[in-house]
Each structure stands twice: as C-alpha cells, then as structure tokens.
C-alpha cells in the first residue's frame, strides 16, 4: 500500500487539481492522508471530499510531513505539495521501482507551469540536473516507510526535501525517475521573483551538502 501526505496550509486555489489528479491513478491501492495547518479558508472542506485530513498543532512543511507519516498505514510513503499535479501513471512506476529490493526511495522529475521564457528554459535543464546529481525535489518525493523512520524525518527548513534526500542516500540508493514527470506551480516565481528563487535554491543546496541549513523561521509562513 501506498501513503499519499500533502502538507497544506490556505491551499483552497490549488488543491482539488491535485486531489483530482490522484483520483486519476491507474494504481489503485493508495490512501491519500492531508496535513493541514489550521488553514482559514476552504481548504479542510475540499481536502475532506478526497482524503484523510490531519489537523497539525504546528505549522512547517517538513512537520506537517512527519506527522503525516506517523498515520500512514502504507509501506510506501509518496510526499507530494497540494499545487502539485501527478500524471495518473505516477503511483504505479513509484510502485514499480520500488519493487527493486536495492532502492529506498527518490523523486520523480518534472516541470514549472510555463509563465515565461525563463521558466521554459528551466524546465528544459532541471530535469536533467536532477538526475545528474540525485536531488529529491519536493514535489514528489517517494520512500519505503521503513527507510523513513531510520532517518529523523523531514526539517523545518529552507529546502528540506533536499536536506531530507542527502539522508536517505545514506540509507541506500535513491532512483530518480523521468517516466511520470509533475507538473507545479510557478506561485513560487510570482512571490519572490524568478532569479530571487533559484539564488535561495542554490546557496540552500550547498548549504546542505555542507552540513548546514536555513530555519524556516527565517522566512515568512506561505503554506
């Protein structure tokens, strides 16, 4: 069986596509597990009609996601963003690779809605940067739930899905696939502006390949 945990907080614009899209799988044996964090709009009621909702007495991606993973009753653990949309094969190919005894977990590739021509060329690179060195990208990352709980789960910091996936190489080989690639939201290129985001992605990257990282705290709590 197959865990599905979306960390949400205020996500009433984004997060039936994503429900929607998961409704869609060919993979049937999945339950999908929301963690929210006190939103105040429509959030908790559109998550109810799909899923399992988890009230979180602390808001922070990385804890929503660890209390997430304390309910799931899967072996396999998918942490995926409520402005995220998975292709309906995508549960099946993680199950698929799964199966191979060698593999812990990894990420899927994929792409940023296309709002400008900075976003197109970086859906052309950033797939293959991904596989080149190994990143776990948020947006779908997988792991088998034994693995998960040998590590301390997920932070609450900057990048924590890349912070998160230079442990589980420490578990044992992480996959990254490129035959169920997502589709995200750019909301992220809106906020803080396009180069703004990738300078904060890059110096978090070494930052973490270093041994260190940024509190969450440090930024203003979007979702």
């Known amino acids: 069986m197959i865990s599905v945990i979306i960390p949400t907080l205020n996500e009433e614009k984004?997060?039936?596509?994503?429900?929607?899209?998961?409704?869609?799988?060919?993979?049937?044996?999945?339950?999908?597990?929301?963690?929210?964090?006190?939103?105040?709009?429509?959030?908790?009621e559109i998550a109810k009609r799909y899923s399992r909702v988890i009230m979180s007495d602390k808001r922070g991606v990385g804890y929503q996601q660890n209390l997430g993973a304390e309910y799931a009753k899967g072996d396999i653990l998918i942490f995926?963003?409520?402005?995220?949309?998975?292709?309906?094969?995508?549960?099946?190919?993680?199950s698929r690779a799964m199966a191979r005894n060698s593999i812990v977990g990894g990420s899927t590739t994929g792409i940023f809605e296309p709002i400008d021509y900075r976003v197109r060329v970086l859906n052309l690179f950033s797939p293959l940067v991904q596989m080149i060195l190994?990143?776990?990208?948020?947006?779908?990352?997988f792991v088998r739930k034994d693995a998960f709980d040998k590590t301390d789960g997920f932070r609450n910091c900057i990048c924590e899905d890349n912070e998160f996936g230079q442990k589980l190489k420490n578990q044992g080989k992480i996959t990254i696939?490129?035959?169920?690639?997502?589709?995200?939201?750019?909301?992220r290129f809106r906020y803080m502006g396009f180069y703004s985001t990738i300078w904060?992605?890059?110096?978090?990257?070494?930052r973490i390949k270093f041994g260190s990282n940024t509190p969450i705290e440090k930024y203003p709590v979007v979702r």
């Not at 995926?80 to 993680?94: C, G, Q, R, S």
């Not at 190994?134 to 990352?141: D, G």
């Not at 696939?177 to 909301?187: G, K, M, Q, V």
Request: glycine share 4%; aromatic share 12%; proline share 4%.
């Open 80 to 94: 995926t963003h409520a402005d995220t949309i998975l292709p309906p094969n995508t549960l099946l190919e993680i």
């Open 14 to 44: 984004y997060l039936g596509k994503c429900l929607e899209g998961l409704k869609k799988q060919s993979f049937r044996d999945f339950e999908i597990i929301v963690v929210d964090g006190k939103s105040t709009d429509n959030t908790v």
């Open 177 to 187: 696939l490129d035959n169920c690639p997502h589709y995200a939201s750019s909301r």
């Open 200 to 206: 904060l992605w890059m110096t978090e990257y070494f």
């Open 134 to 141: 190994k990143i776990t990208y948020a947006y779908c990352i």
